[in-house]
């Protein structure tokens, strides 16, 4: 199985239903704020414009992440805005977040099928990981 090929096929169909993914960026924030109401009241008083372009531009950091198993200093920068000491977005939401991708995924990708989700979830994972294991750290991303 090629991980990286089977993701970038499926990220390529969900990104082309529409110009530059907006109905697939939209759908997984639709879903994830519907999905609990923690994310709800964590996104109140958000932007969702602005969110759906910050979360395309997080993919990219997530995706360079993946390859070079090196945090640029986005990456950085948003692991310390989501700790504890910030924004507070625990652990368990990112399992939730990664639930809600897969399943918007699965409506958007015409070929997804169990290697297409593995491949998602492998690629996202070691992103989610340097998140939440800066939860409690805060300030202490620095390479």
């Known amino acids: 199985m090629d991980i990286e090929n089977l993701f970038d096929a499926s990220y390529l169909r969900v990104l082309g239903r529409e110009v530059e993914g907006r109905a ?5 924030y639709e879903r994830f704020l519907a999905a609990s109401p923690e994310v709800a009241v964590k996104f109140r008083h958000t932007d969702m414009a602005r969110q759906r372009a910050m979360l395309k531009k997080s993919f990219y950091h997530l995706l360079a992440f993946y390859a070079s198993s090196h945090a640029d200093y986005y990456l950085q920068e948003v692991a310390v805005s989501h700790s504890r000491a910030q924004l507070d977005i625990a652990p368990a939401l990112y399992d939730l977040w990664l639930e809600t ?5 699965r409506a958007y990708d015409d070929q997804f099928d169990d290697e297409v989700e593995l491949a998602w979830r492998l690629v996202m994972t070691p992103g989610i990981v340097f998140m939440t294991f ?3 750290r805060g300030d202490e991303c620095d390479d």
Do not use: P
Not at 101 to 105: E, G, K, Y
């Open 24 to 28: 697939f960026f939209a759908a997984f």
């Open 134 to 136: 800066h939860y409690d």
């Open 101 to 105: 991708l897969i399943d918007t995924v």
